[in-house]
T-cell receptor, first 113, second 114 residues
Framework: DAGVTQSPTHLIKTRGQHVTLRCSPISGHKSVSWYQQVLGQGPQFIFQYYEKEERGRGNFPDRFSARQFPNYSSELNVNALLLGDSALYLCASSPMDSSQPQHFGDGTRLSIL | AQSVTQLGSHVSVSEGALVLLRCNYS??????LFWYVQYPNQGLQLLLKYTTGATLVKGINGFEAEFKKSETSFHLTKPSAHMSDAAEYFC????????????FGIGTKLQVIP
């Protein structure tokens, strides 16, 4: 079975631009979460979606938004990019039960120039 | 509220030596605890998890961890390090509830010396 897939794998943007990152969960997983991992740090929780509804949000500005589609895939959007947004963005999918571990994609490496 | 503290951002061990990576957690409710490994330019891979039941949990690649409620700890161990164990390791906490906000530690980079 295919794992969590993310696209693109790498992206270079300039300050002020916007970006859309995409994630396809493991088949049968209805929950998708997004994390930001800055170099040298652990992943920081951004959003969790379940059944197309936002179920949790981390401490990120409104420039960050996301949505989940009927096929459970998800997009993360970031507007007005700042240099500090440079990071690895990870998507994770899981069944809703939080006792089940999340399965991570390989991430999108976003570089802001 | 929940948090994770990983003691030691870098740990070096000789090949064949014991691996011990420390993790302490804080949670206002019974926690679910996880260890993940991350190789360069990859996502996170689950090593093991604790939810309920047996406090000593075994994972992949010979790793195990013990949940100690009295010490709020969930340290990761492996009896004998292999070169292939060199990676970054993350401890994470969540809990039973309406959604799955997982809080990660800052990570411990493990170096294995031949």
């Amino acid at each position: 079975d295919a794992g969590v897939t993310q696209s693109p794998t790498h992206l270079i943007k300039t300050r002020g631009q916007h970006v859309t990152l995409r994630c396809s969960p493991i088949s049968g997983h209805k929950s998708v979460s997004w994390y930001q991992q800055v170099l040298g740090q652990g992943p920081q929780f951004i959003f969790q979606y379940y059944e197309k509804e936002e179920r949790g949000r981390g401490n990120f500005p409104d420039r960050f938004s996301a949505r989940q589609f009927p096929n459970y895939s998800s997009e993360l959007n970031v507007n007005a990019l700042l240099l500090g947004d440079s990071a690895l963005y990870l998507c994770a999918s899981s069944p809703m039960d939080s006792s089940q571990p999340q399965h991570f994609g390989d991430g999108t490496r976003l570089s802001i120039l | 509220a929940q948090s994770v503290t990983q003691l030691g951002s870098h740990v070096s061990v000789s090949e064949g030596a014991l691996v011990l990576l420390r993790c302490n957690y804080s949670s206002s409710v019974p926690p679910y605890l996880f260890w993940y490994v991350q190789y360069p330019n990859q996502g996170l891979q689950l090593l093991l998890k604790y939810t309920t039941g047996a406090t000593l949990v075994k994972g992949i690649n010979g790793f195990e961890a013990e949940f100690k409620k009295s010490e709020t700890s969930f340290h990761l161990t492996k009896p004998s390090a292999h070169m292939s164990d060199a990676a970054e390791y993350f401890c994470a906490v969540t809990h039973s509830g309406g959604y799955q906000k997982v809080t990660f530690g800052i990570g411990t980079k493990l170096q294995v010396i031949p």
